[in-house]
């Protein structure tokens, strides 16, 4: 039986590839931090077989006493404070975690491994916000990296690190450059899940209007389910590599408010929508597309939801739950 450990179990990520994990039949390991971690219950029913171990991205011994217990064949480091607009405000925490963390978790591979590259492969959770301001489109592998927000640069570093461990040692070290891809577990910081949080209630009359920022920002959405996928995949490979994972489209945010609010039958959203200062960036990433050529060839990979479904799900599973949550 393989065995994994995942860092940033209580995810939306964490969530969808420890289900993949365990349906192929690993043992799945998850570092959860904190004394009291208000998610531990959403793990525990979402996928109450993986075990979980207590450890912290800033922490290597805690790091290295999970490997320990773990014994993984295979370490998904997905762990990260992800959320771009907070990073400008904690952006020497954001550094530590986002970014020191990684080097963190490659360190305590290498030491746990006794440098032996055979014994763990490894995956670190990059990210499209590395490309931040435009250089070329789609963006691709070889695209220069230009970050726009310390989450970014945070994420640069780790990045590097992650190919300077596989280059310096040897190791099976894999770096996914996701973009971004939402799921009903999405957290309701994210975009996307503000959006179909508030139409469903707008539909239901719990809420009036909502307050967002720039809605002419693009973004090349697809779905977290598909992308774990990714993830595994890369790891299965003989050799270690970097992927971007896309689907190779974007939408505005207009087209995402265009889309959610159709779904429950709202064609006219302007009068249910403004803008306010606080939702604005210092710096915005303006237009996001990725090319998935190398994971569609290398891979076999290819996303399969679409972003009207996407879009649709997220939605349906807001008016269920806010209809349960009002009582209705
Ligand atoms: P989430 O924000 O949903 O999850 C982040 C996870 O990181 C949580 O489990 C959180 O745990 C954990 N975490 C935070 N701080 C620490 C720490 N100090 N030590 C250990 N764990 C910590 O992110 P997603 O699931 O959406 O994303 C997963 C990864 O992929 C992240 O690294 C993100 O930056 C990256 N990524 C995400 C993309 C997306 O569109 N979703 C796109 C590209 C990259 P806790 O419950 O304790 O807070
Ligand atoms: P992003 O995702 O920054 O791309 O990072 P987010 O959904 O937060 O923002 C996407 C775009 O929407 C614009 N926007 C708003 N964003 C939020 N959150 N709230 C608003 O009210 C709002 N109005 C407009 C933003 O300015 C931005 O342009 C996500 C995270 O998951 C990262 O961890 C990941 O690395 C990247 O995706 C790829």
């Known amino acids: 039986m393989p ?4 860092t940033g179990i209580t995810g939306q990520d964490g969530l969808y590839l420890s289900e993949l994990l365990l349906s192929k039949g690993y043992e799945v390991f998850g570092l959860i931090r904190g004394q009291n971690n208000p998610k531990l219950e959403l793990v525990r029913t979402t996928v109450p077989d993986v075990k979980l171990l207590t450890g912290d991205l800033t922490d290597l011994s805690s790091l290295l006493r999970a490997l320990e217990v773990a014994k993984p064949d295979e370490v998904y480091n997905l762990g990260a404070i992800s959320f771009v607009a907070y990073s400008w405000e904690n952006a ?16 305590a591979v290498r030491l746990y491994s006794h440098d032996d590259p055979t014994k763990v492969r490894f995956y670190q959770a990059s990210s499209s916000e590395m490309f931040g301001k435009v250089q070329e489109v789609p963006q691709r592998e070889s695209t220069l990296l230009w970050p726009r927000s310390p989450y970014g640069v945070a994420k640069v570093f780790g990045h590097y690190m992650t190919i300077n461990y596989r280059e310096s040692y040897g190791m099976h070290a894999s770096s996914g450059i996701l973009f971004n891809h939402e799921s009903p577990r999405r957290g309701p910081e994210f975009v996307t899940r503000k959006v179909t949080q508030a139409v469903a209630r707008i539909k239901l009359g719990l809420q009036d209007s909502i307050v967002m920022g720039n809605l002419d920002a693009k973004r090349d959405w697809g779905f977290a389910g598909d992308y774990v996928e990714a993830m595994w995949l890369m790891l299965q490979q003989d050799e270690a590599d970097d992927y971007v994972v896309a689907t190779g489209e974007t939408h505005s945010i207009r087209e995402l408010l265009d889309v959610a609010f159709s779904h429950v039958g709202i064609d006219d959203w302007e009068g249910y929508v403004t803008q306010d200062a606080r939702f604005m960036r210092p710096a915005e990433v303006e237009l996001l597309i990725g090319d998935p050529t190398k994971a569609r060839e290398k891979l076999g990979w290819a996303p399969k939801v679409d972003f009207p479904e996407l879009v649709r799900m997220m939605v349906a599973n807001d008016l269920e739950e806010q209809r349960a949550q009002a009582g209705r």
């Open 92 to 107: 020497s925490l954001t550094t530590d975690v986002t970014g020191k963390g990684v080097l963190n978790m490659l360190e």
């Open 3 to 6: 065995r994994a450990l995942i």
